[in-house]
């Protein structure tokens, strides 16, 4: 992959959370070719993925924890969450109308250099600055 990806939560909950916690799900195989393709994650994500994992899936923080490993190994450090990333969502929020839980994402990819942001969440193919948003489920019906 020649675009340096940033993972949105929602490829982590299917990767991960989803094979744990619940029904099987066909974006499960997807999220772990996508994750597979290597990228970063922000601390917003890591917050996300943990909310859902132990409210949502109902798994216990030993079993979160160890998923926060794995992705820790498969994306590295986490792009830190700053007064800096904060100024910057807001001014992505008021420009594009995302959620401020979205735009920190956006603004730590940029953080970051990255070219691609994939998720589910957001709108695909829109252009932000150097970011592509991609959503990986939609040749699969997501």
């Given at each position: ?37 290597g990228g970063v994650v922000g ?62 994402i956006l603004a730590a ?34």
């Amino acid at each position: 992959m020649t675009a340096k990806a940033f993972f949105d939560t929602n490829i982590l909950v299917y990767a991960l959370a989803v094979r744990a916690g619940a029904d099987s799900d066909p974006r499960t195989e997807l999220a772990e070719k996508t994750l597979s393709l290597g990228g970063v994650v922000g601390v917003q994500v890591l917050n996300e993925f943990a909310d859902v994992a132990t409210r949502r899936f109902r798994l216990g923080w030993d079993l979160v924890e160890q998923y926060l490993s794995i992705i820790d190994a498969l994306c590295g450090r986490a792009i830190p969450l700053t007064a800096d990333t904060h100024a910057v969502a807001i001014e992505l929020s008021k420009q594009y109308g995302y959620r401020i839980y979205d735009s920190l994402i956006l603004a730590a990819a940029g953080q970051a250099g990255c070219t691609t942001v994939y998720s589910e969440d957001m709108q695909h193919g829109q252009t932000i600055g150097k970011l592509t948003i991609v959503n990986p489920f939609l040749a699969a019906g997501g």
